[in-house]
């Protein structure tokens, strides 16, 4: 059988792992040479949400997806200003690009915004080896002058690992902003931005909610200063062991018995400010059919996630809190992980997951409604 090469870069790459196993491909965007921790995304569709999501900052994303680019870039589905992965695997880039609102090619776009990348990689044998070792560091080489591998994995093992790096700030809005509700306002809610999604504050505004996006640095004066019915903390790359100032600042919120909910890392910030501990998983959930249980109610929802951190709260029991009694809300099927927290003697609840489903399905939706009726109960 024949394949056409068109579109195809001709120019060599490698990806080189931490643990010395490498891959050869050709350049995919830019050319040249990025570093970041190799993970996997299981997305068949959406690779515009997930490269502008920036909760991958310094993530290499490996799609498990073998066709990706085949609806090109479009100017709607992005997530965020810019690409945040630090680089990009694919097996089998699109040759030629059809939707009726594709702009440009995704090859193009990459290399537009400097993001390099490799394609014809085999991506199902890699992603294996990350399931088996577990994420690790990873390196992107391109160009026709490769160093050799020894040097190449060398400056794989200098670059910086993800547990323990502190990135939100990194990614977070400098200046507050404001996102108006659709139609009748009923409430206004504070975000503090960790490296929100542009789905989240869109799919409060749906209900009414006028959105003040804060900044990472926010402090509950700040919060409090917009005259909040809610307040939100969004999801954020990094570890979250290193969010110090989101916990002191969420851990003022608890107090106050506002009604607070949090998405992802705001998940995370929730579980330590509620004194659970985190932990980084093997290799992560990212993809967009992962099975939830809401253990409230018992449905089993199909969900968007990214996270490769968890928290670490019992599953069994309700726990005692310096804010009441919480307990596990949502767990997934795949393995047990904790998928989400409640507060049981007030207003606050987090997911580990996306509800804002960009991309995904729409099954978690009502978690947004859920916090509709927290603000609702509160006015009451
Ligand atoms: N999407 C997120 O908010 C990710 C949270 C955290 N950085 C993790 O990897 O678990």
């Not at 502008?52 to 498990?64: A, E, I, L, N």
């Not at 992107?140 to 994995?153: Q, R």
């Amino acid at each position: 059988m024949t394949t056409s090469t068109r579109g195809a870069s001709k120019v060599p790459a490698v990806l080189v792992l931490e643990d010395g196993r490498t891959f050869r491909g050709r350049a995919y965007g830019a050319v040249g040479v990025t570093f970041g921790e190799a993970v996997f995304s299981t997305g068949m569709t959406g690779y515009q949400e997930t490269l502008t999501d920036p909760s991958y900052h310094r993530q290499v994303v490996v799609m498990t997806a073998p066709h990706v680019g085949n609806t090109g870039v479009n100017d709607e589905d992005p997530e965020s200003k810019r690409i945040w992965v630090a680089g990009y695997v694919v097996r089998d880039p699109a040759r030629v690009p059809s939707n009726w609102r594709s702009r440009r090619s995704l090859d193009e776009e990459l290399a537009q915004q400097g993001v390099v990348g490799i394609s014809g990689v085999d991506t199902r044998a890699l992603t294996r080896h990350l399931r088996e070792r577990g994420a690790m560091r990873v390196g992107i080489f391109s160009g026709n002058a490769l160093p050799d591998e020894g040097v190449m994995l060398a400056e794989v093992r200098q670059a910086p690992e993800m547990k323990g790096a502190s990135l939100y700030e990194e990614v977070a809005t400098p200046q507050a902003y404001v996102v108006p509700a659709i139609g009748e306002k009923k409430f206004t809610v504070a975000a503090v931005d960790l490296g929100i999604k542009g789905m989240t504050p869109h799919r409060m505004a749906e209900r009414g909610i006028e959105v003040h996006v804060l900044p990472a640095t926010a402090t509950a004066e700040d919060i409090y200063a917009v005259g909040p019915d809610g307040v939100f903390f969004s999801n954020g790359p990094g570890d979250p062991e290193k969010a110090d100032h989101p916990v002191s600042v969420m851990r003022e919120v608890l107090s106050r018995k506002t009604p607070l909910f949090g998405i992802c890392f705001g998940n995370q910030i929730l579980g330590r400010a509620l004194g659970f501990g985190t932990y980084k998983l093997k290799y992560g959930h990212r993809g967009i059919n992962q099975p939830v249980q809401d253990r409230t109610t018992g449905k089993v929802e199909v969900t968007a996630h990214n996270h490769g951190f968890a928290v670490d709260a019992p599953l069994d029991r309700v726990s005692d809190t310096p804010y009441g009694r919480a307990e596990v809300s949502h767990v997934c099927l795949n393995d047990q992980v904790v998928e989400g927290l409640q507060l049981l003697d007030q207003p606050a609840f987090s997911v580990q997951y996306h509800p804002e489903a960009a991309a995904g399905p729409h099954d978690a939706a009502y978690l947004f409604d859920r916090f509709v009726s927290l603000m609702e109960g509160q006015r009451a």
